[in-house]
Nanobody, 129 residues
Framework: QLQLVESGGGLVQPGGSLRLSCAASGFYLDDYAFGWFRQAPGKEREGISFISSNAHSTHFADSVKGRFTISRDHYKNTVYLEMNNLKPEDTAVYYC??????????????????????WGQGTQVTVSS
C-alpha cells in the first residue's frame, strides 16, 4: 500500500521554527516528485514547496520563499519541510503529496496539486503567541 505520513506539526510562537516530516512507505522515494501543500480554514489549498525526484530542483511559493526549505532523505525514505521565521499566517493543515516520475524527466518539479495521486493525512501547524 502506497502511503505518506506527515509528522512534526504543533504550536509555535511567531518567529519560531518547525520541521515537518513526510515518511513514505510502499514505494521507492527516488521515483517520485514531492510537494508540500497547506490549507487554512476558509481558504483554498496552497502549494508551497516542491522537489524533483532527483532532488536537483526545488520551487517555493512567494509566501514562504526564503523561510522554508525542502529536502529528501533517500535512506530514510522521508521528505522534510524546514520552516523558519514562522508567521501567524502560516497557520494551516500541512499535507505532503507524491507523484510518480519513473521513466520521466526526474529534474522537473510538479507544482500542480491535481497531478499528485498520493496524499498524506495532514499535520496541523499553529503559529500563535
Amino acid at each position: 500500500q502506497l502511503q505518506l505520513v506527515e509528522s512534526g506539526g504543533g504550536l509555535v510562537q511567531p518567529g519560531g521554527s518547525l520541521r515537518l516530516s513526510c515518511a513514505a512507505s510502499g514505494f521507492y522515494l527516488d521515483d517520485y516528485a514531492f510537494g508540500w501543500f497547506r490549507q487554512a480554514p476558509g481558504k483554498e489549498r496552497e502549494g508551497i514547496s516542491f522537489i524533483s525526484s532527483n532532488a536537483h530542483s526545488t520551487h517555493f511559493a512567494d509566501s514562504v520563499k526564503g523561510r522554508f526549505t525542502i529536502s529528501r532523505d533517500h535512506y530514510k525514505n522521508t521528505v522534510y519541510l524546514e520552516m523558519n521565521n514562522l508567521k501567524p499566517e502560516d497557520t494551516a493543515v500541512y499535507y505532503c503529496a507524491a507523484v510518480v516520475r519513473r521513466g520521466l524527466d526526474r529534474t522537473v518539479v510538479v507544482a500542480t496539486a491535481e497531478r499528485y495521486d498520493i496524499w498524506g493525512q495532514g499535520t496541523q501547524v499553529t503559529v500563535s503567541s
